[in-house]
Nanobody, 115 residues
Framework: VQLQASGGGLVQPGGSLSLSCAAS????????MGWYRQTPGKQRELVAT???????NYADSAKGRFTISRDNAKNTVSLQMNSLKPEDTAVYYC??????????WGQGTLVTVSS
């Protein structure tokens, strides 16, 4: 499975940004998709995931501000981020998991929240 993420950039605090990720290859095996993020010196952390037949799962920091959505027909996963804060600044990584619980990562897209 290959992943191509897009949509990062610079946004002011309080603003919004949308990330999108398209999967290709053996997409029929995908049973979960999501987003993680990482800042320098810290471990990669979950932002939001959505698995087949389940409700979305959000990190506490994302609840109420971020919305994850998935288009199974297009093999895409999106993350709508509202009310962005400087602490949301990170490299955001698209992630998918296949039916054998193997994870795949996209290349990462930088989100910078700054005035």
């Amino acid at each position: 499975v290959q992943l191509q993420a897009s949509g990062g950039g610079l946004v002011q605090p309080g603003g919004s940004l949308s990330l999108s990720c398209a999967a290709s290859g053996r997409t029929i095996s995908i049973n979960a998709m999501g987003w993680y993020r990482q800042t320098p010196g810290k471990q990669r952390e979950l932002v939001a995931t959505i698995a087949s037949g389940e409700s979305p799962n959000y990190a506490d920091s994302a609840k109420g501000r971020f919305t994850i959505s998935r288009d199974n027909a297009k093999n895409t996963v999106s993350l709508q981020m509202n009310s962005l804060k400087p602490e949301d600044t990170a490299v955001y990584y698209c992630w998918v998991r296949d039916g054998w619980y193997k994870g795949y990562w996209g290349q990462g897209t930088l989100v910078t929240v700054s005035s």
